[in-house]
Structure formats: C-alpha cells, structure tokens
C-alpha cells in the first residue's frame, strides 16, 4: 500500500515512516526539503498519485497566531483537495490534546481549525489528538523561564514519548477510518510543574521550577485539565523516567 507521510522527514514523521516501511509499506517522505511543499502545492499531485493514505505531521513554520493559522488553512485546503482528486481513501491528522479548550493560544486555534477542515472534507479521516511530546520539556520549560524561574500555570499533564506516538499513528493509519478523534498520551499524569521539574533534575537543570496562577502556557490560560484527556484515551508505553533512560542510551 502506498503511504504519503507530509512531514515525514520531522520527529515523529521519521519514526512513522521507518515502522510503515518495516512493514512492507510503499511510503513516501513528503517535505518541503523533498519538492513538496503544500502551501503552495508544489510536488503534491506526483507525491500523492496512487495513495491510499496520507498522513499529516505537517508543522507551521512559524508560531506567530496568523502566520500559523493561514499555514493550516492553506495547506489544509491544499492537501484536502488533492487527496480528492488521487482517490486517497483515509487522510490521517496529528492534533493535540485541548485544541478546543485554550481558544486563546493561536497554534491551539489554529489546529482546531485544521480539524475543521479535515472534519468537512469528502475523504475518510481519523484525527489523532496527542499531549505534549517528552522531546519538548526542555523547550517548555525554556519558553516559560523567568530569571532562573521555570513559572508554569497551576495545570495537569501527561505528556507521551514520540516513538510511542510514532507507533500509535502507523496502527491507525493502516486500520478503517474513524471519521472521528483518538486521543493518545503517556501512562503518567501528574502536576505540570512536578513533571518539568523532575526532567530538569534528571539532566542536571538547576532551574527552580514553581506553580504560578498567573503563568500561561504559550500566551494561553490553561484550565487544570485543559492539556489532558478527558475521556477513552490510548496511552504509549514510555514513562518520563523509562524514555529518559531510553534517550540517554542513544547518546
């Protein structure tokens, strides 16, 4: 079966693409780098020619709120209408878990409008909602450090490791459309500022990291669930301790 991965050469993109050819799969390592380039539609019709399912790990750019949302919707409309037109008959979206519950974050926005899309096209879809990858704790924390201060807002998180994450979207590529969403997130939950915290101490971070009622998680206000899974969840397999370990390994 051939496969078009968009995004196929980014952090889970790579991962999805390995374990859908290991499995025998025609697939096709979609990106700008490769020729194809879904905001202006360049390379889209040749990638997607003969595909039967296409997988969008697309990433904006750029975090500005109105360069990302013209980048989903463009590319979204883009990639919808030539999926249409190849047949394609299962178009499979990474989203995140909370893209309807922090209006006032633009990428959160801006994904919810990609699922619009998704949701109002005339191909068969499954939108996978996915919590905060392990890989960006560094970066959370980064973004959100004041003079030596990690201030995060007073929410909970579960974030997933992204080979776990890689696994769950190639099991849902190759299953029936669900013409609805999946949520996925890792097998521990607990308070945002104690898991940063303990990714901080394990690599030597010295970082105070502190809860904060007035902190926000990119510019949006974040409820206490708001970043997790609320009802059937499929969870990956790797803890922070056991993907830490894992990661170190490969260095």
Not at 49 to 54: H, L, M, T
Request: glycine share 10%; charged share 20%.
């Amino acid at each position: 079966m051939k496969i078009v991965v968009i995004g196929g050469t980014g952090l889970v993109g790579a991962k999805t693409v390995a374990i859908l050819r290991q499995c025998g799969h025609d697939v096709v390592a979609a990106s700008r780098k490769a020729g194809v380039n879904t905001v202006t539609g360049e390379g889209l019709k040749e990638a997607l020619a003969g595909a039967e399912v296409v997988i969008d790990l697309s990433n904006a750019p750029s975090f500005d709120p109105r360069a990302v949302l013209a980048f989903f919707d463009i590319s979204g409309r883009n990639l919808m209408a030539a999926e249409a037109a190849a047949g394609v008959r299962h178009h499979v979206t990474l989203s995140i878990v909370g893209t309807d519950r922090v209006p006032d974050q633009g990428y959160y926005h801006a994904k919810a409008a990609q699922e619009k899309l998704v949701e109002a096209s005339v191909i068969p879809y499954t939108i996978i909602r996915s919590t905060q990858f392990l890989e960006f704790l560094g970066g959370i924390a980064d973004a959100h450090t004041d003079g030596g201060i990690v201030r995060l807002p007073p929410s909970l998180l579960q974030p997933i490791a992204a080979d776990d994450v890689a696994i769950i979207v190639s099991d849902v590529a190759l299953a029936e459309p669900r013409n609805g969403i999946v949520e996925i997130a890792g097998p521990e939950r607990g308070a945002f500022n104690e898991i940063v915290a303990r990714y901080l101490n394990a690599i030597d971070d010295g970082r105070n990291v502190v809860t904060s009622s007035d902190a926000r998680y990119f510019g949006g206000r974040l409820t206490e669930e708001a970043l997790v899974p609320w009802g059937e969840v499929r969870l990956g397999g790797l803890n922070l301790e056991s993907w830490l370990h894992r990661a170190m390994k490969r260095t």
